[in-house]
């Protein structure tokens, strides 16, 4: 099993995917294009190599997912415009410093039309909904600058009604809670300044509680440990400010357990195959803990054991799930240190 992060062979897995469009595997995923080019760019920066991908082909791909009569982005050209892929889109966008490209009033058009009476958010025309897309709402319209447009008392009035006994969230009213509802919604709170609504004691137990010997988080009880929590359960941890609460170096392990460390890539538990989704996932997990030991510690040698090998990481805002540093630079980071 591998002791370190295999970032050139990450590196690698990631540039390979967009190479293999014979594969059926590429053409199961178009839906989910815009959304893997999003999670590969990411990870790329964590690891410091946003260059890796080459961005005018990237930016036109991104523009090529436009539909023109939403007046938002599908997942992949000729695609119908759903609020996901319009955030990914967005997301991109904004890591490549190519906003300009974008026609901000017609997207926020078509994002506020998604939201229904009850206050909770539709993906697309079709109707589907979930607290999932209102975190998509919530963050596309802050990364434009255009948040003041939403009604923030009926956004946030429908993710309370979403809270359960136990201080998680789930994907509608009466849903169960989940880590990654818990993640949508927190984050979501988090950028409209509600955290008020949430009963941090009992989430942060339970988010805690999603931690098994194995060092892996699982994203419910009884559930099998999964990479992604580690993203999902301490992203939502680092907003409350009770990352500590969490193993550092057992979540550590148990993530890089799943590396592939012939073909690169990172599954969701050891011996699974790989996919960019718990790629981005796992390498996210890493530097969620740097932030937190480097602020609490002056010397690096209380530092926990598997961190150090981790210099070159860079941070990952846990609102937005970008770069810190770009969030910073568009003026969005709050304070999320312990
Ligand atoms: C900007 C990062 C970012 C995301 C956009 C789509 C979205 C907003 C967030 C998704 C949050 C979420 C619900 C994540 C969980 C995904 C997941 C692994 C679901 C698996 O659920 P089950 O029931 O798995 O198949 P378990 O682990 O419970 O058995
Ligand atoms: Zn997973």
Known sequence: MSTHLLVPLHVKYIQGLGENKDDLAYHLTAHLRLNAIYWGLTALSIVNHQDALDRDEMIEFVMGCWDEEAGAFGAHPNHDAHILATLSAIQILVMQDALDRLDVPKVVKFILSLQQPSGVFAGDS????????SYCAVSALSLLGRLHELDIEK??????????????????VGAESHAGQVWVCVAALAIMDR???????TLAWWLAERQLPSGGLNGRPEKLPD???????????????KLSWIDADRTISFILSAQDSEGGGIADRAGDMVDVFHTVFGIAGIPSFLSLFLNVCEAHHCLGLSLLGYPDLLDLDPVYCMPAATIEKIGLRKDWQA
């Open 126 to 133: 079709f109707g589907e909904i979930d607290t999932r897309f």
């Open 155 to 172: 956004t946030t009035n429908y993710i309370i009604q979403c809270r359960n006994f136990d201080g998680g969230f789930g994907s509608c």
């Open 195 to 201: 955290l008020d609504v949430v009963d941090v004691p």
């Open 227 to 241: 990479v992604c929590y580690s993203h999902w359960a301490l992203s939502s941890l680092a907003i409350l400010k």
